[in-house]
């Protein structure tokens, strides 16, 4: 497709359960981020992948929270042992760069609710 | 600490009027500045952007303006019309970095 696929588009899940969200981003784009819109909130920076460069996971809230990103496309968000604080919308992001001027491209999200 | 600050949570315009979203930085190192739309169940979508060596910046109704003094920026909407009602998002970066700030939103509701 032509834009950020995410999925799945929406999950619900057992609290202590596992969940993997995944991100594939615009061909061609070697930025990728992982934001977090919980109700009522902002959207949260949770972590970035820039090229084969180490990536930022600076806000990753707690070290339930992973991320990889394979062979420089594809990006999976891994929470281990949800929590009911982790129901939020889950969105990936990517641009063609970081240079300023570069636009970020949302996809739809992934809806987590952990009951 | 919120380093980009939507005030007001919400706004009612009428079908027609202006429509003025606000945000307000803290960084003055932020030199990049972008808006967001947002409708319900969907991802934000891009709307316009605006670096620090404008003022001003238009795309047929929409406008952006950035006062780098005051450390504000706006975006007009005019005419206003009732498919524009969403969650509007301001967002900064600084060329240094590529970590975009997000503000908490404002959720414009245009009357018909």
């Known amino acids: 497709g032509a834009g950020v696929s995410q999925s799945p588009s929406n999950k619900v899940t057992e609290k202590g359960k596992d969940v993997e969200l995944r991100c594939d981003p615009i061909s061609g784009h070697t930025a990728l981020y992982w934001y977090r819109q919980s109700l009522g909130q902002g959207l949260e920076f949770l972590i970035y992948f820039q090229g084969n460069s180490a990536p930022d996971k600076s806000g990753l809230p707690s070290d339930r929270f992973s991320a990889e990103r394979t062979g420089g496309s594809v990006s999976t968000l891994t929470i281990q042992r949800t929590q009911q604080e982790d129901s939020a919308v889950y969105l990936c992001?990517?641009?063609?760069?970081?240079?300023?001027?570069?636009?970020?491209?949302f996809g739809e999200g992934s809806w987590l609710t952990v009951v | 600490d919120q380093q980009v600050k939507q005030n007001s949570p919400s706004l009612s315009v009428q079908e027609g009027r202006i429509s003025i979203l606000n945000c307000d930085y803290t960084?003055?190192?932020?030199?990049?500045f972008l808006w967001y739309k947002k409708y319900p169940a969907e991802g934000p979508t891009f709307l316009i952007s605006i670096s620090s060596i404008k003022d001003k910046n238009e795309d047929g109704r929409f406008t952006v303006f950035l006062n780098k003094s005051a450390k504000h920026l706006s975006l007009h909407i005019v005419p206003s019309q009732p498919g524009d009602s969403a969650v509007y998002f301001c967002a900064a970066k600084d060329s240094g970095t590529y970590k975009y700030i997000f503000g908490t939103g404002t959720r414009l509701k245009v009357l018909a």
């Open positions: 960084n003055s190192m932020f030199d990049y």
């Open positions: 992001a990517s641009s063609p760069g970081t240079a300023m001027g570069n636009t970020i491209y």
